[in-house]
C-alpha cells in the first residue's frame, strides 16, 4: 500500500507493507522518493514523535550529529582542563618535595652549625687558656705562684 504524509509542509510517500507470507519482513514504514534516478527507498527513520521523513529527518540527523560534536567538543574542554590540573598539580608536587628536601636537611645543617659553633668556643677557650698561662710564664700577674 502506498501511503502520502503530509508533515512539516510537506508531503511525503510511504510504502506500507501489509503482510508478506513465508518471508521474513519489517514492522516498519520506508519513505520512498521518486528522483531523477527513479524510486529509491530511504532508510527508516524513527525519531521521539515517530517515523520522520524528509527534511524533518534530516533536521533530526543534523541536530544528532551537532549534540554527538558538542558532547565530543565538552569532552575534548575537560580533558584541556584536566590535563591542566595534572600540570598544575605535578608543579606543586616538585616544589613541595623541594621544600621537603631541603627540610630533610635542615637537621644535618643545625648539627654541622652546632659542631662549628662548639669548636669555635673550645678554640676560643684554648686561645684564652692559652694566653692566660703566658701571661703567668711572664710573671704576671705577680701574685700567682
Known amino acids: 500500500m502506498l501511503r502520502n504524509i503530509e508533515a512539516n509542509g510537506e508531503r511525503n510517500r510511504m510504502l506500507y507493507v501489509l503482510k508478506s507470507r513465508g518471508s521474513a519482513h519489517s514492522n516498519q514504514v520506508p519513505e520512498f522518493i521518486l528522483g531523477d534516478k527513479g524510486i529509491e527507498r530511504a532508510d527508516v527513520y524513527t525519531g521521539a514523535g515517530g517515523v520522520l521523513t524528509d527534511s524533518a529527518r534530516l533536521a533530526q540527523e543534523a541536530a544528532e550529529r551537532d549534540v554527538v560534536a558538542q ?39 643545625m648539627d654541622t652549625a652546632e659542631r662549628d659553633r662548639t669548636s669555635n668556643i673550645w678554640a676560643d677557650y684554648v686561645a684564652m687558656a692559652k694566653k692566660r698561662w703566658a701571661a703567668l710564664s711572664d710573671g704576671y700577674p705577680h701574685d700567682q705562684p
Open 71 to 109: 558532547r565530543a567538543e565538552n569532552l575534548a574542554s575537560r580533558r584541556r582542563q584536566l590535563s591542566q590540573v595534572i600540570a598544575d598539580r605535578e608543579a606543586q608536587l616538585a616544589s613541595l618535595q623541594i621544600q621537603l628536601a631541603a627540610e630533610r636537611a635542615q637537621p644535618e645543617r
